[in-house]
């Protein structure tokens, strides 16, 4: 990956006196987006004294919280967050889609339904904020980071500041890449999040809704570029700021083999492997109960930002303390901001913050329990660990049914969830 980024900034480069300025634009409401992008610039400043600024969105709190990398400088899309901040509906839709239920096409029309104004909005800021205006096209960037994921008013802010950018696609989704890097994909057997299976166990009426997932997110992306172009239609040339994309560069947080049968095109490179680290980066609590002589193996147990933070149900709690007890052999690292006192025990170790990287790849790690967020996903592959993947919404779905059918873990749903089935697992 750092050859590609040094590549990118080389090329950028030489076409400037000075180091290379990069604007990157994250995703306005997920962590693991915000983490990834960071990081990808992280690695292109490394390859010289390149300049970063970062452009946040900041929809929800922990987005607004996520801690500033060292050295990016930031532009703060103000009246998107003093928007975002008056919405307390968007964190609780977000909290409802975690344990209760298993979320469907209905959920997310609620979302969208939601979200919209807010993935306008940034749009609005660029094309009439001044400030900002002024500082996308005075500040001359050179190169644009761009995660376009959940709305395209991304594209609009490079486009409004003529800064050329490439693509960062964290989930894994055929679509995004299709749409940006023009390539085909054919509705029958590509999968929508909607469906989340592989080709060769989708029956007739799986290609059919997966038909209609896919024409759902076409419509709702026309209805992006079309509403908002008429809304700023006074502006010459918004028609070409909202214009969708197409032969774009794209970066997709992904591995070849991981991915199921599917058109693709030069333009997508893989960069899903990223460096391990050594243990130096485990807390001396952590490493003194993994390190303990009678332990046959570690078990790390990390559910989503949101699902961790003190949303899961005690039920659920209780079905996994439960099963635990069982493996009294096994050390459990249960990643929780608040485990109640009954639940603990001499084999788990619950812990608000862990470094997952360096656990996995710690040698007594012997398994990995997730959501399956595409970024623990990957980890857990680049680690060698298997996984048991509790999918909770969007595209984990989809990134559990990779490792299952890869081979490289198991799933169990949140409607099979019980301490028998946890256990037998
Ligand atoms: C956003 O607000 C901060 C302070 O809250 C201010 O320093 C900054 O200049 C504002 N940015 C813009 C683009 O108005
Ligand atoms: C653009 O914004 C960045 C981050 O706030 C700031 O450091 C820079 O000076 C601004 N540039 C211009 C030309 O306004
Ligand atoms: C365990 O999961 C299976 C589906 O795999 C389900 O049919 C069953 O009801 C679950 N067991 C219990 C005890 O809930």
Redesign the pocket.
Known sequence: MMSIASLIVLIVAIHSVHSAHLLVSTHPMGLSHVKLTFDVAEDMQKTGRHIVTEVRWPVMKVIADYPARKGFRS??L?KTYEHASKLDFLPAMIDDSGWKKDDGMVDMLKIIKGIWRLINLPCEEALE?E??ARNLTSEGYNLGILDPFGGLCGTVMMRSGKIPFVVLSPPVEPFTFGLVAGFPVPFSYVMSVVVAKPDHEMNFIDRMANILGHSFFHIFLWLQIYLPSKQFADKSDAAELFKGLGNTMVFTNSHRFLEWPIPTSLARIDIGRRDTLGEDNIPKDILDFIKDKHSLGTIIFSMSTFTSSGKMPEEVMLMFAAAFAKFPEYRFIWRINDLPSQLKAKNIHPVKWIPQTELLNHKKTVLLITHGGQNSVLEAVNAGVPMIGIPMTGDQHPNIERVRTRNLGLRLTKSELTEENITKK
């Open positions: 532009l703060l103000n904020d400030k900002v």
